[in-house]
Nanobody, 125 residues
Framework: VQLQASGGGLVQAGGSLRLSCAAS????????SAWFRQGPGKEREFVAA????????LYADSVKGRFTISRDNVKNTVYLQMSSLKPEDTAVYYC???????????????????WGRGTLVTVSS
């Protein structure tokens, strides 16, 4: 499975962006998928995750109510709709797939097998 994230860019505080993660490989639709981010000088942190069917989602407290994760298994794509963006949301955003170890580890970067290269989101104040 190969993942390609896109949709990043420069946006003013309060604005919106939609990130996409396009996957190759038929098995992608059977994997839990997630978005992580890594800000300047920070460790990679969990943002949101979605179950393989899309029926269950989980969000970091810092983005709850502002970001929405979804997926289209026909298109083999996971999305992250980001609204009310803040300067502290500035980071490289990565998509990940295939959770291993169970849902107890869903927020841990090391729990995912496949990673995309990342897309930069910059929020100006």
């Amino acid at each position: 499975v190969q993942l390609q994230a896109s949709g990043g860019g420069l946006v003013q505080a309060g604005g919106s962006l939609r990130l996409s993660c396009a996957a190759s490989g038929r098995s992608f639709s059977s994997y839990t998928s997630a978005w992580f981010r890594q800000g300047p000088g920070k460790e990679r942190e969990f943002v949101a995750a979605v179950s393989w069917r899309g029926g269950s989602t989980l969000y970091a407290d810092s983005v709850k109510g502002r970001f929405t994760i979804s997926r289209d298994n026909v298109k083999n794509t996971v999305y992250l709709q980001m609204s009310s963006l803040k300067p502290e949301d500035t980071a490289v955003y990565y998509c990940a797939a295939q959770l291993i170890g169970g849902t107890d580890y869903i927020t841990h970067p090391s729990s995912y097998t496949y990673w995309g290269r990342g897309t930069l989101v910059t929020v100006s104040s």
